[in-house]
């Protein structure tokens, strides 16, 4: 079955500092990729996507490349902010048949001032 | 204005109990979806519907029930309420599509059972 690998958390960063979360993925075919971000006490929020190989998402100074041979969609900022203080969780869908999104257990950032 | 809301946002019952989630878009997508969030932020799917029909039911106890009158909305019923239900439910929607479409989501229904 289809499966999302995303580093464990919680990950703690200074303000201005790069951040990578890594997230891998296990799927037939060509899924479609995500990034959802999770604010404290809301809802999930599409961050970025990826539907197809060397594909590059971007969003608020977010980016991620869906790597098809290393089966990758790493999630980068060069300069982290407070405000981007929440969890984010990698997802996919697949290429063919329903639409339910697989979501990967998700990292908890916090940035300190 | 909200995309997709949920009622209630807090719900807090005894275990035996039976309570409703409800969940309605204005988005005029056709595909709605349920959620759960565990207490350590695991999501996982439980039900997917597509113009009224169900398309997605994942291993869920039979007590949880969803219903969809029509495709704007989709309620979650969950009878006999246990604690291992406690979690945040979330409802999503989207365009009934293969592949790289947005789900939607609300902002969650935290149901406590004690």
């Known amino acids: 079955g289809n499966s999302v690998t995303q580093m464990e958390g919680p990950v703690t960063l200074s303000e201005e500092a790069f951040l990578t979360i890594n997230c891998t993925y296990t799927a037939t075919g060509y899924p479609s990729l995500f990034w959802y971000v999770q604010y404290p006490g809301e809802g999930l929020q599409l961050l970025l996507k990826a539907t197809k190989a060397d594909d590059k998402g971007s969003n608020k100074g977010f980016e991620a490349t869906y790597r098809k041979e290393t089966t990758s969609f790493h999630l980068e900022k060069g300069s982290v902010q407070v405000s981007d203080s929440a969890v984010y969780f990698c997802?996919?869908?697949?290429?063919?048949?329903?639409?339910?999104?697989?979501f990967g257990t998700g990292t908890r950032l916090t940035i300190i001032p | 204005d909200t995309a997709v809301s949920q009622t209630p946002k807090y719900l807090v019952t005894q275990m035996g109990n039976d309570k409703s989630i409800k969940c309605e878009q204005n988005l005029g997508h056709d595909t709605m979806y349920w959620y759960k969030q565990d207490s350590k932020k695991f999501l996982k799917i439980m039900f997917s519907?597509?113009?009224?029909?169900?398309?997605i039911n994942e291993t869920v106890p039979n007590r949880f029930s969803p219903k969809s009158p029509d495709k704007a909305h989709l309620n979650l019923h969950i009878n006999s309420l246990e604690l291992g239900d406690s979690a945040v439910y979330f409802c999503?929607?989207?365009?009934?599509?293969?592949?790289?479409?947005?789900?939607?989501f609300g902002p969650g229904t935290r149901l406590t059972v004690l």
């Open positions: 997802a996919l869908t697949p290429y063919f048949g329903n639409e339910k999104l697989t």
């Open positions: 519907y597509n113009n009224k029909e169900l398309i």
């Open positions: 999503a929607s989207s365009r009934r599509t293969s592949g790289g479409y947005e789900q939607f």
